[in-house]
């Protein structure tokens, strides 16, 4: 017998609200994933204050709102001490912070209305044991599938494909409103008299005409541009980026993405981009010092030499985020391609923006953030209730590093919600840690080096 | 007793060893200990090849948790009691020297540990003690065909005897790949000095390992007229210590006799030592040819330890002593090329830790 699964009805009573809150505020795994629904985990709740002047030195490298085309092209963001401390410092929460605020409206607002830029994250899922620069690129273009760039782009391009009085008739809504999403609507045009097909048709012929390879012009044009990387794969999918044995999609990864991609972008009114690489280890950790050298002088070609549309137009500017670790190994390879030249693959570096350890007062500024974001009670904002004032600074003292502040402070609050506190002072902090203290994996061969 | 074991190769595994037996539960069982043991050289072992760029581990190191708790035993660091290994209260001293970082009391305790235990290392620290160097030829595979190229090689060790020895050794060369050649004229010159003790090459390169990281050796890359050698020689002595840095050591052996020797332990935090090792960089910086104003740190490593007889880590603590100075009369720089585990970059652990093999005078 069938049985049915229920829907969830409404939102139930929040099991936080003692505590003013609408959930719980913390993630319970402080690792950022920019493409998670949740606003704990895809890094949306963010505590601009604590890294300022890491905000400004990441502008004033490559936003340059007056002088874009003179942007830094290659910029890589550190976190401050070693391979453990390094991480989760918050190198891919300011990553998304970036994201957000330029793709919210290509930068209209960030380069005050002058003209369009876009940000393509790049993240590997898993480590990348092979084909290294091509996977890069695909994962780029999976990116690019989902930020909506190409929708927003399709949507101009036709706009422009219109006579001046189609275009007015097909934005207006009947309240008298400009509404761009009716270029994308394909009944809403044909109601209006335009043949879809011999739309499309003009816009790849502009595209082609723009240097885009007239196959994926007409993919673009339609729409269907996730489609048509889809069918250079037999499974039919985008992602994993590599499959044994099949290797199509990535044997033209960088072509799509380093040429006909920024022929297209550039198209629809796009003055710039920039690509943000990443958690680089995943994919220099499985390299031979062969591998690492292939790479960077692929990664160089089609950033940095001419042969690209990329680089004939200066089109993207790459962050990569790494640490010391990964930066060793690539060091040498980074030399060989020549890119130590065009930025010094080191954290003191002019190109180089390090994200510090938080103080005791920035440390509270994100838990603060994260509190806010969830408060039931506006007039509460700003505060640290529930914590109380000893609560907070018992917290602070356990770790300033944000992933284990945050991850402390979920402890915290799932402890005072099991035993119904409401105010969580330094005997509840110091109970929730000493309760939850975590199986440690020891490192015995940490500096070990001085000994001999 | 004898070393057999190729894997040891370096006593920081042994560190790993008293850490990890100190730092698991009391109830953890013997396999839990050996392969926690592994597990951790490995990843030392990793984390080192990486921070100095050189390759990757090619070993598991699977097996080297069990040997390095026997020679733990051996050293009476540790004991085996009811399926697991505890630390005796040796171990435990050793231990606290190494954690709270009283390392050149360390260093002298795992040096008579080795020296007091293992007969064929203590062979081998006496013969270099008594003959002063051993030259090992590095075969070029271009210069193979060349008339006389295997005497040539011989001579630093055999002399007189050089020509009729290559004579017989083409005959059972030919073919051979020049690694193999390598190992055969090697095998043939350890036969030479060590006529008391049977080694291998293997064996022997592994206890070199072993005696650098004690800083018993050096092995330095040294050219006589285009042939190029593995130079090896102690920075120790038996006797006439010509720098007051030395300290007596005396062994005492299970046999009831003792082996003395004087241990090169230079203390680069003194000024006077650091104003010495700048001197011996001047010296090398005049004899050295130098690439855009900038020397070969490796190749200057093997000159001043050469000059001063002072161990190759010693050279480096120096450096960054003499680094730290303000204003510093150093500048060093990073080449890409030419990193290898015999021509280590310097290490440097500031706020983030650098890599440098150029070197030069400010």
């Known amino acids: 017998m069938v049985v049915l699964p229920k829907r969830s009805i409404g939102v139930s009573k929040s099991l936080y609200s003692p505590l003013g809150l609408k959930d719980l505020p913390f993630p319970t795994e402080p690792v950022v994933d920019p493409y998670n629904n949740d606003p704990r985990r895809n890094g949306a709740i963010y505590a601009e204050s604590p890294v300022k002047r890491e905000i400004e030195k990441f502008e004033q490298l490559l936003i340059r709102p007056n002088d874009f085309p003179n942007r830094v092209r290659l910029s890589y963001l550190w976190s401050k001490g070693d391979r453990e401390s390094g991480r989760g410092m918050g190198k891919t929460a300011l990553l998304r912070y970036f994201r957000q605020r330029i793709n919210r409206d290509w930068g209209q607002t960030e380069f005050n209305g002058q003209f369009s830029a876009v940000v393509v994250y790049v993240a590997f899922p898993s480590q990348v044991d092979r084909r290294y620069m091509e996977q890069l690129a695909w994962s780029a273009l999976v990116d690019i599938c989902k930020n909506g760039v190409l929708n927003d782009s399709r949507a101009v391009l036709r706009l422009e494909a219109l006579t001046p009085e189609q275009g007015d008739l097909v934005l207006q809504c009947p309240d008298g409103s400009h509404n761009p999403d009716n270029l994308l609507d394909d009944s809403i045009l044909q109601a209006h008299g335009i043949e879809i097909t011999a739309l499309d048709k003009r816009v790849a012929e502009r595209l082609t005409s723009e240097g885009v390879q007239p196959q994926v012009s007409l993919s673009l044009a339609q729409g269907q541009f996730r489609e048509y990387l889809c069918s250079l794969r037999k499974d039919g999918n985008l992602e994993p980026f590599y499959i044994p044995r099949h290797t199509k999609n990535l044997d033209y990864s960088r072509t799509l993405l380093f040429n006909d991609i920024v022929h297209y972008l550039r198209a629809a009114g796009f003055a710039g981009g920039y690509l943000f690489i990443d958690d680089i280890e995943n994919l220099v950790d499985q390299m031979t010092r062969k591998d690492r050298i292939e790479f960077a002088k692929e990664f160089c070609l089609c950033t940095m030499r001419p042969g690209y549309a990329n680089t004939a137009y200066n089109f993207f500017s790459c962050v990569l985020t790494t640490h010391q670790q990964a930066s060793i190994g690539l060091a040498q390879a980074w030399g060989e391609a020549g890119l130590s030249t065009i930025a010094r693959l080191d954290p003191n570096s002019p190109n180089s923006v390090e994200l510090p350890l938080p103080s005791e007062d920035q440390a509270r500024e994100i838990i603060i953030a994260h509190l806010d974001y969830h408060r039931t009670n506006e007039l509460d904002k700003g505060t640290v209730k529930p914590f109380t004032e000893d609560g907070i600074s018992a917290l602070l003292k356990r770790s300033q590093h944000p992933r284990d502040l945050l991850s402390n402070a979920a402890k915290v609050i799932l402890h005072a919600i099991d035993k119904k506190i409401t105010d969580v002072d330094k005997t509840v902090v110091n109970e929730a840690m000493d309760n939850s203290a975590p199986p440690s994996i020891p490192d015995f061969s940490e500096g070990i080096d001085g000994a001999l | ?362």
């Open chain 2, 1 to 362: 007793m004898k070393i057999t074991s190729y894997n040891i190769t370096d006593v920081s595994y042994h560190y790993i060893g008293l850490r990890v037996l100190a730092g698991l539960s009391s109830t953890a069982r013997r396999e839990e200990q050996t392969s926690a043991i592994s597990r951790n050289v490995l990843k030392y072992v990793s984390d080192k090849a990486l921070r100095l760029m050189l390759p990757e581990p090619k070993g598991t190191f699977e097996t080297i948790g069990e040997k390095v708790c026997q020679e733990l035993v051996h050293f009476q660091f540790a004991r085996s009691i009811k399926g697991s290994y505890q630390l005796t209260d040796t171990g435990k001293h050793v231990l606290s020297l190494l954690n709270e970082g009283n390392y050149v009391e360390l260093r002298r305790t795992m040096v008579t540990a080795h020296l007091q235990v293992y007969d064929n290392l203590r062979s081998i620290v006496q013969k270099y003690l008594d003959i002063g160097c051993i030259w090992l030829p590095i075969v070029e595979a271009g210069h193979l065909s060349m008339d006389g190229y295997i005497q040539w090689l011989l001579e630093p060790t055999f002399n007189g005897e050089a020509s009729t020895l290559a004579s017989a050794v083409l005959k059972n060369i030919q073919g051979k790949s020049p690694k193999k050649v390598e190992d055969a004229l090697r095998e043939i010159i350890l036969r030479k000095v060590f006529s008391d003790i049977s080694i291998s090459v293997p064996l022997f390169h592994a206890l070199c390992d072993r005696l650098v990281s004690l800083r018993l050796l050096n092995v330095m890359r040294a050219n006589i007229q285009g042939r190029e050698f593995a130079k090896s020689y102690s920075p120790c002595v038996a006797a006439s210590p010509p720098h007051e840095w030395y300290i007596p050591l005396n062994v005492s052996l299970a046999s009831g006799g003792t082996f003395m020797l004087y241990f090169c332990e230079p203390n680069m935090a003194d000024k006077a030592t650091q104003a010495e090792l700048v001197s011996a960089l001047d010296k090398a910086f005049s004899e050295l040819p130098s690439k855009a104003g900038y020397y070969d740190l490796p190749e200057v490593r093997d000159f001043v330890c050469a000059h001063l007889r002072i161990p190759d880590a010693a050279f480096d603590e120096g450096i960054n002593y003499l680094l730290d100075q303000k204003p510093s009369v150093l500048t060093v720089g990073l080449h890409y090329e030419g990193i290898s585990g015999r021509r280590k970059p310097l290490s440097r652990s500031r706020e983030t830790s650098q890599l440098y093999n150029l070197v030069r005078r400010v």
